[in-house]
């Protein structure tokens, strides 16, 4: 066979020799541009008509990757800086290079979550009830985590009797973030749904998550002529005797207690011994001794209150625990 371009005798490919081919043939064809839509609102990008969030310049890649057609096997490299994409591969042992410049063109509009954000659209209403202001806090960080874990948003943050009112974006992440709360605070949680209209021949439901957390935790109360603090809730109450007893009653109990304000402060813990924690009280700096509370072990944080001229002690927990 001869070559058609420069007559050369050998092995042809689509009537080219080797040489003629390599410099005729298009190995790889890699897009000249790319659009990206940014979101006016939050941190999505759209390309290749999906929004998403994160490494934009990994999307990029995939996306440029996606639409480089090549006729043989490749490897793809990108320099950012540079905004180049180089695609290398063989052909009947030759290297085949190809360097392209991708041009990234800019668009700006709102992201559909955005849109339905802007829209005042929800799905659900979380309800916080019975929520210390330490509390809210928390509580606060695990409806942003379970909304960004859900690519969605809240609508409205109201603080109304009793307790604040989220309204949220998308149902899973009420759920999910109602849940937690309830896990890691205690308490009740109800959910109650509500028809709200029919759209496209649907029933459109919209669900209300309403957690009420215990509102005991923390309290101190006089029981059987004992002060005890109500240190955990779920099904009963626990109790912590401050002789360090520990009592379960149910909530309906508490009827026949008296609660007691007591002023809880900071404590610390110098040394110890079996029975005895030897502190430095946080209001005067004097040392104390205080009986040891049940479970405490070194490293813990505790908190004291006078009551009836002594002093006690208990273990101080971030968060409450529940049974
Ligand atoms: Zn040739
Ligand atoms: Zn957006």
Wanted: hydrophobic share 30%; aromatic share 10%.
């Amino acid at each position: 066979m001869f070559c058609v371009e420069c007559g050369k005798e050998g092995k042809t490919y689509r009537g080219l020799c080797l040489d003629c081919y390599l410099k005729k043939n298009v190995f790889f064809r890699i897009p000249s541009e790319i659009t990206v839509t940014f979101c006016r609102n939050c941190d999505a990008h759209r390309i290749l008509n999906q929004w998403k969030t994160g490494d934009m310049w990994a999307d990029i890649e995939d996306a440029i990757k996606s639409r480089i057609t090549a006729e043989i096997p490749l490897e793809c490299s990108f320099d950012r800086e540079k905004g180049t994409v180089t695609c290398r591969g063989t052909f009947e042992g030759r290297k085949i290079e190809k360097t392209g410049h991708i041009k990234i063109k800019e668009k700006y509009r709102l992201c559909p979550k955005c849109s339905l954000q802007r829209g005042g659209y929800f799905e659900a209403i979380l309800q916080v009830r019975g929520a210390k202001e330490e509390q809210l806090e928390r509580i606060g960080e695990i409806i942003k985590r379970k909304v960004d874990d859900q690519h969605s948003f809240i609508t409205k943050k109201e603080k109304v009797r009793g307790g604040t009112d989220y309204y949220m974006g998308a149902r899973g992440a009420a759920e999910q973030a109602a849940k937690e709360i309830r896990e890691k605070f205690g308490g009740k949680l109800t959910i109650s749904s509500s028809l709200v209209g029919v759209k496209d021949g649907k029933r459109v439901y919209r669900d209300t998550y309403s957690v009420r957390l215990p509102e005991y935790i923390g309290s101190f109360f006089k029981l059987d002529n004992k002060l005890y603090r109500v240190v955990a809730a779920g099904r009963k109450l626990q109790l912590e005797g401050m002789d360090g007893e520990t009592r379960y009653i149910y909530e309906k109990e508490l009827k026949r207690a008296v609660k007691v304000e007591l002023e809880a402060r900071e404590a610390t813990v110098l040394h110890h011994d079996k029975n005895t924690l030897y502190i430095m009280d946080s209001l005067d700096f004097t040392t104390k001794e205080v009986a040891k509370p049940k479970g405490w072990r070194e490293g813990k944080k505790i908190k004291i209150v006078e009551y009836e001229g002594n002093i006690y002690a208990f273990e101080y927990h971030e968060e409450n625990h529940i049974l």
